[in-house]
Structure formats: C-alpha cells, structure tokens
C-alpha cells in the first residue's frame, strides 16, 4: 500500500508575515570645528607686545625736558602744542616707535610699573660730528629766507641745524641733533597690555586718524581678512591716501595671520532740510 504524498502549507501566520527588511542605520557625525582659543591676555611686557605708556624724554646733564605725554608736564615746561595729542602711548616693542634702547627696557614691565631708562649717546641721538658744523655764506641763506642771527634753526638742502656764530659775510652752522653727544632719560609707566587682536588693530589705525572719534569707524576680521570701515570725513584728511597704505602696513604686521586689508569708505546721502513751519 503505497503512502500518499503530503504538502505542508504554510501557516497563515508565517505567510502573512512579510519577510524583515535589511536595514542599515546611517550615523551621519555632525562636523565640529574647533573655536579657536582667545590669546590669553598678557601680564608682563615681552618681545613685539603693544603697549599704552606714558613717558617723559629729558636730557641728563641739565635735565631739560623736551618731549612728554602729560599735558600738565606740557605746559609747564612751554611744550604744549594745540594739536599734539597728550595721552598714553602707543609702542610696539620693537618697532622703534620709541628710541630701540627705551623698547628694549620695557620687557618684564607690568602694567603701572614705572622705570627710568638712561639712554646713551650712541643709542640715542649719536656723537657730535664736528663735521657737520659748516660756513655758509649769508648770500646763499638769504635765497632761501634764512636771516641768519645766532640762534636761529634754519633749513638748508635737506638738512636742518642752528645758527652758533654770525662771521660777517657768513654764519657758522651746526647741524648736528640738538641732542647729539647727550645722554637722554626717560621716565616711563606702562598703561596698558593689549592682548585682543581686533582691539590691537583698533590700536593702529586710531594712531594714524587720531582726530576720527572712535564709534565712527570699524574693524572687522572674517576669514583672513581685516575689513576697516571708515567716515566720509577721512577723505579730507591731507594726504589720506598714505596714511591708508600706513594703516594696511601696521595691520598685516601687528596680526601675521592676516593675508588681506580692505579700506572701504561709507558716504552716508545726507538728510533733507527740515522744513521751517512759522
């Protein structure tokens, strides 16, 4: 007897039941960029660190004071000028902004810490050369508006000096630096250590437009690239256009990671009159 075949069907549960997916899970990782670190805000002045300072320059020998900050100072020594601006400083430790052997001395200053800087002849303004002191005759001053009286600071060529001795028909000139063969003292307080790149920036061009108030020009640093806005009334500053070079030069040297300046001027369109109601 033979046995009859049989087919097992299939639940109608397993039938019903669709076969499982292959799924893959995508992780997609979110791309983080690392801010950068802030300069940590410097304590002690040291190599190419920019400074507020305020100073005076005197002569050691008969302590004359002929260059200073303070405007008190200023004045009381009849140094004040109606245009010179008397406030701290600006230096860059080693751009020779101050005399190279008054920088050097500020290393390891802190900020209110004074010093006295003794600053040698040859550090300074150089050894008298006698051969700079020259007889012109009063025919050839006279062509340039130069009276001649002793006493008198004179121009001739391109160099400048003092009249020491009237010799008749001509006068004896010295023109060597006042301050040539002296040495020179100053007096300084650090102010201020600036850290920040965008305020150190800030800190160069307000020293090449020192008469624009601060809120009416910017400075701003995207990728690279140092954007400094500045008002229409710049445009009538004498010789704008150099100082602009000066300001993109101190910038691309006080920041090395900047690869570019752009000096944009705003003009605003200016508002209507009003209108006068009687």
């Not at 983080?32 to 300069?39: E, G, W």
């Not at 003092?162 to 023109?175: E, H, K, N, P, S």
């Not at 150190?200 to 995207?222: C, H, N």
């Not at 010789?239 to 910038?251: F, K, L, R, T």
Request: aromatic fraction near 6%.
């Amino acid at each position: 007897m033979s046995k009859k075949k049989t087919t097992k069907k299939p639940s109608k549960k397993a039938a019903s039941k669709p076969a499982a997916k292959k799924t893959t899970k995508k992780t997609t990782a979110k791309k983080t960029t690392a801010k950068k670190a802030a300069p940590k805000a410097e304590t002690v002045v040291g190599e190419k660190s920019m400074v507020y300072l305020d100073f005076t320059a005197s002569t050691k020998d008969k302590g004359v004071i002929f260059d200073t900050t303070h405007l008190e100072v200023a004045k009381e020594e009849g140094l004040f000028r109606e245009n010179d601006r008397y406030e701290p400083a600006l230096v860059v430790v080693g751009w020779n902004w101050l005399l190279a052997a008054v920088e050097e001395e500020l290393v390891g200053m802190k900020v209110g810490e004074s010093k006295t800087v003794e600053v040698p002849p040859e550090k300074g303004a150089g050894v008298r050369d006698p051969s700079k002191i020259k007889l012109i005759a009063k025919v050839k001053l006279a062509k340039q508006g130069v009276r001649g009286y002793k006493g008198e600071e004179v121009t001739f060529g391109k160099e400048r000096g003092v009249v020491t001795a009237d010799l008749g028909r001509r006068v004896r000139i010295d023109f060597n630096s006042p301050f040539a063969g002296k040495t020179l003292v100053y007096d300084v307080i650090i102010r201020e250590l600036i850290s920040d790149t965008t305020e150190k920036l800030k800190a160069v061009l307000k020293r090449r437009i020192p008469g624009i108030p601060e809120d009416r020009y910017s400075v701003t640093i995207k990728k690279k690239v140092v954007t400094v806005e500045l008002p229409q009334e710049t445009r009538y500053i004498e010789n704008i256009q150099y100082g602009e070079i000066g300001i993109a030069a101190d910038i691309l040297k006080a920041a090395e990671d900047i690869k570019e300046v752009r000096i944009v001027t705003s003009f605003k369109r200016p508002e209507p009159p009003s209108e006068n109601i009687t």
